[in-house]
């Protein structure tokens, strides 16, 4: 291997090396206001696939090469199956077989003795200025003791801690351009070392926070969207296209081994994988229709119409209910595709939807800034009761937010250029 590559085993590598040798330690404002344009402008490009633009080069003093775009795969090989809007390929270790990754001991915050019980409010913990806009996701680090983000006005990733609110790292993606479509995930399996995937249409890449030393991933496929699978090791990268509108999915191992490739004749703007990396849950644009994936039987599980304006989706930890949002929110029984809730008070549309690891709350962003959380109490059947609204500033779009692993912790980011740290 030479200095100009890297692959996923150098990933696994670093993380089992620290896992045996390491121990875990625990600007000037911006306006508060955007320029309509800008704000158009970024509602219309943010998360939709674009054409491949050259800029995405490491910084010079680093040693690490230039990754070209990458010509996504064909859409099909002799192994595919079809399902659905995807057409599957089966890769050598399937997203529902045992993980290459030996599984984390839990920190003591993560403990499951200390994991929110049912029926706990939210309450504000801390509110973090970033001072800049375009926070279209946030997340904790691997600890959990930190909280980082990324603005899509300048490609600057801000990394804080969570307990004191302190700016511990920030970077600028190199040669990047306002408003490219650009995303990242925390690399949740390596503790001791921040450490970012950063996904562009020209590659993927480590970003290891401390350093500041991106590592290009010249073996995985490009993409506009990635995030973790909720399965330790297991990451899922999309690349979207808007002429036409279609896309290709891939999930990958951190050992380097394939878990799926789907080809998908319509644009999957947003994906949900069960704890068991059985069942798949996938929306799609332009037809606006969720559809779930048995992966292991290769069938259709489930095909249901989206809210208008629809993209987000989450299948609920015990695979009994799948959530959609768009104008308005559904609750559908996976069971008989029963709508059993809804609500249809949302002032704008939905961003993002999630359920907590223990199934007891739905949580849902829109751009009417707030993040509403539902109770979901053990057997429920709806309708919903009226949700905990946490709110931003000057109802600004509240995005893409994250909970920590024991449900106890939540993250907001907002179009009020702020983080909210939320604990119940």
Known sequence: MNEESL?????????????????????????????????????????????????????????????????????????????????????????YASSPIAALQPTSESDAATSSKPGRRWRLARTIRVGEGYLYKAQFSADERSVITMSLDSGS?????????????????????????????????????????????????????????????????????????????????????????????????????????????ERPDDLSLSADGKWLALAFYPSGTAQLIDLETERLILEHPMPKYGGSVALSPDKTLLAVGGERLQLIRV?????????????????????????????????????????????FSGPFSTPQLLDHKYLSNVYSFDLSSNDRLLVTPSGDQTLKIWSR
């Not at 344009?37 to 219309?44: C, F, K, N």
């Open 335 to 379: 069971a008989d595709g029963q709508v059993i809730a809804e609500d249809a008070s949302y002032k704008n549309n939905i961003s993002d939807i999630q359920f907590s690891g223990l199934g007891d709350l739905l949580l849902v962003s829109a751009f009417d800034g707030h993040l509403r959380s539902y109770a979901l109490p053990a057997g």
């Open 157 to 265: 990733v801000y990394h804080y801690d969570v307990t004191s609110g302190a700016q511990l790292h920030k970077l600028a993606l190199p040669g990047f351009t306002r408003f490219e479509s650009a995303d990242f995930a925390v690399l949740k399996e390596i503790l001791p070392r921040p450490s970012l995937l950063i996904s562009r249409e020209t590659g993927i890449a480590v970003l290891d926070l401390e350093s500041g030393h991106f590592d290009v991933l010249k073996d995985l496929p490009a993409g506009n969207f990635i995030q973790q699978t909720g399965r330790l090791g297991l990451y899922a990268s999309v690349f979207r296209h808007i002429s036409p509108q279609s896309g290709e999915l891939s999930l990958h191992w951190l050992s380097g081994e394939s878990a799926l490739t789907a080809h998908c004749d």
């Open 7 to 95: 692959s996923w085993s150098w990933v696994t590598g670093a993380f089992l090396l620290c896992l045996s040798g390491c121990t875990v330690t625990h600007g000037v404002p911006a306006p508060d206001r955007y320029d309509q344009h800008d704000v158009d402008l970024a509602e219309q490009t943010a998360f939709i696939g674009r054409a491949p633009r050259d800029g995405f080069k490491p910084p010079p003093a680093q040693t690490v090469g230039d990754t070209p775009a990458q010509t996504p795969p064909g859409p099909s090989t002799p192994t595919s199956v079809a399902v659905g809007h995807a057409r599957l390929v089966r890769g050598s270790r399937p997203a």
